[in-house]
Structures are given as structure tokens and as C-alpha cells.
């Protein structure tokens, strides 16, 4: 039993003496590159490069129209234009057929989001990977 009050006392009186403070200053050091990874990846986000060239980037868009008629085509971006002003679109034109893709996503998950939102307003809705314009 002593040896238990002893061993408690001596762990209490070392305990008691580590808890004090210690007063100072801290010092930063890190590599120079630290901020020249940080500025491209700014750069990288933004779609340019240090000296203003664009980066291709690659991303997703949803295609909601594939058909042969370009009435159709320029119909249904209007459609989706007054239904989601803000998102991008785009026609193309691979003979014999228009398609009309929207939105810039970075990632897939984002396309698909919107790919699950437009579903009952357009009927064969598609993902695509391919370059897309980096927002700003």
C-alpha cells in the first residue's frame, strides 16, 4: 500500500512539474515551391496558364437532342435556354446529324445531377466526356 502512495506522489510531482508552459516563438520554413504549386493550380482552375494561353480542359455535358432536322435542334436549345438561362449550350454537326450538348461540368457526378433534374422535360438524355470551357 505504501509503495502505491509513493508511486501516486512521485507521478503527481512530475506531472505537476511537466504542465508549466513553455514561452517562444515558432518559425516557418518551407520549400519556395510550396508557392509556385499553389499559384498553377489557381492557374490551372481558372483555364490559363501564367502567360494567358488557354489549357484544355476535360469535362462532361449532357446531350439532350440528336436528330437530322436543324429546326429541331435550334427548337430544343430554345427550350432549354428558357428553362435554364444559366448553363451554356452547344450545336454540333456531324452529317447526317445535329446533336445539342449544355453545361461545362468538371465532373461527372455534377453532369449527373443535372442529367437526373432534366429527365422528365427531355426524354434521351446522354453523358459525354470530352473538352469543355473552364469557368471562370
Known sequence: MKII??????????????AFAQKGT???????????????????????????????VYGYRV?????????????????FKSLYPEYNTYISYTQPNYRVKIGDFRTRMEAQKMLTE????????????????PSN
Open 5 to 18: 502512495r509513493y508511486i501516486l506522489v512521485l507521478g503527481f510531482c512530475f506531472t505537476g512539474t511537466l
Open 118 to 133: 432534366l429527365r422528365p422535360v427531355f426524354p434521351t438524355l446522354f453523358i459525354f466526356n470530352e473538352r469543355i470551357n
Open 63 to 79: 446531350q439532350i437532342f440528336f436528330g437530322t432536322n436543324r429546326n429541331d435542334a435550334y427548337n430544343e436549345q430554345a427550350r
Open 26 to 56: 515558432v518559425k516557418e520554413v518551407k520549400d519556395p515551391l510550396i508557392d509556385s504549386l499553389i499559384a498553377r493550380r489557381i492557374a490551372l482552375n481558372k483555364g490559363v496558364t501564367k502567360d494567358g494561353t488557354p489549357i484544355v
